[in-house]
């Protein structure tokens, strides 16, 4: 038993601190510089959006400032199936460079994406949603980047304020996501994009499957398929006001692992590693963290049956941090304790794979909600 306990534990560690570790010294040792240099190639932001009357001006409102020559400049709406006023708000933009799509019956993200892509005629295409805002010279700082001939797909990077009760452990983890995503641009291709604030050349669009979760995974992972680079530039800026309690986390979480899941079925070559350029780095980036709670039951039956000391007292260590977890979804008063939190968090993303599991095994990914188009994972 201790071997199923050490076994877990260095896939546990291998997810957590070895992959970081790997992509920071491929990105010291063999670094991968872009050619950034000012590039104003013609441009259309694409916002999909889906009853957003409350958000809906302020964000075309918020893209008609941008710092970007209006001649090459222009903004798609798709409206999928709204109910409320978001045509009628966008339909007041339209002499301003801002183009309508109204899709009368829901479709989907994915879906509509398909149907905006399908209007632009740019060089370059840049995905926005309706709730953030970008800083005025964001669509400028992302096209810079494609005066690389080797960049096909660049993510900015989101700045989340103001996130609620879980703000502590939300930032912590966002900030080692960004570390990552740096170091993967660095070193060659990042696994993924920032949804609320990418870009890519039009040219390098492939029309999504329809139910498609991940659109900023899939695109990107399309965009490395076909020979160009993905990478994170922090100079773009999108802001959120988030406010996630840990109930609306554990919805989004499992909607973001599950649609990690999803793309092995929608994008096979992710399994073998002559499929995809990609293929190590999304399994260590994605897949891996999915299959952490498994290897956490593993260590946990590993050290209760293993004989010695050592394994009785990592045993009650993991104990007492699920009871400590425990203890703060039930009692919530507890969470003003940091340890509570920060067990509370950690088991809310685990738990959040199961059931992410269990979507993609009873092959419910595309029918089990419907997102809204605005509050997906960064």
């Not at 899709?103 to 399908?118: D, I, S």
């Not at 805002?133 to 080797?150: G, H, S």
């Not at 950690?346 to 738990?351: A, E, G, H, R, S």
Request: overall charge positive; aromatic content about 12%.
């Amino acid at each position: 038993m201790s071997t199923l306990f050490w076994l877990a534990a260095c896939f546990i560690l291998y997810t957590y601190g070895g992959y970081p570790l790997l992509v920071a010294l491929q990105a010291r040792l063999f670094p991968r510089p872009v050619d950034r240099r000012e590039h104003l190639p013609t441009v259309t932001v694409i916002v999909a959006a889906s009853n957003e009357e409350a958000t809906i001006a302020g964000r075309l409102e918020n893209l008609l400032a941008q710092d970007y020559p209006p001649d090459r400049y222009r903004i798609v709406v798709v409206s999928d199936g709204s109910t409320d006023r978001t045509e009628e708000i966008a339909r007041r933009y339209t002499g301003r460079s801002v183009e309508l799509v109204s899709v009368k019956e829901r479709v989907g993200k994915a879906a509509a994406l398909n149907l905006g892509l399908a209007q632009a005629a740019s060089e370059v295409v840049v995905f926005a949603d309706a709730r953030q805002r970008f800083i005025p010279d964001t669509v400028r700082q992302l096209t810079a980047n494609f005066a690389d001939p080797e960049v096909g797909c660049v993510s900015g990077e989101l700045v989340l304020v103001d996130r609620g009760e879980s703000q502590v452990e939300m930032a912590l983890y966002w900030r080692f996501e960004k570390l990552i995503r740096r170091w993967e641009s660095m070193s060659g291709s990042v696994v993924g994009a920032t949804g609320a604030i990418y870009a890519i050349r039009r040219d390098l669009y492939r029309p999504l499957p329809p139910g498609t979760l991940l659109d900023d995974v899939l695109v990107p992972l399309n965009v490395a398929a076909a020979g160009y680079r993905v990478i994170f530039d922090p100079h773009p800026k999108a802001f959120d006001q988030l406010s996630l309690a840990i109930e609306q986390e554990w919805v989004r979480k499992v909607r973001t692992l599950a649609g990690s899941l999803q793309l092995l079925g929608f994008y096979p070559p992710l399994c073998t590693p002559w499929g995809s350029p990609l293929w190590w780095r999304f399994l260590s980036h994605k897949v891996f963290r999915v299959l952490i709670p498994f290897a956490l039951v593993a260590m946990l039956a590993g050290s209760w049956l293993a004989k010695g000391t050592f394994y009785h007292a990592a045993f009650w260590f993991q104990f007492l941090g699920y009871l400590l977890a425990l203890g703060g979804y039930l009692v919530p008063p507890l969470r003003a304790l940091r340890p509570v939190r920060l067990a509370l968090f950690f088991m809310t993303l685990n738990l959040a794979a199961v059931a992410a599991c269990w979507i993609w095994a009873s092959g419910r990914c595309e029918t089990s909600w419907r997102p809204a188009y605005d509050k997906e994972e960064p």
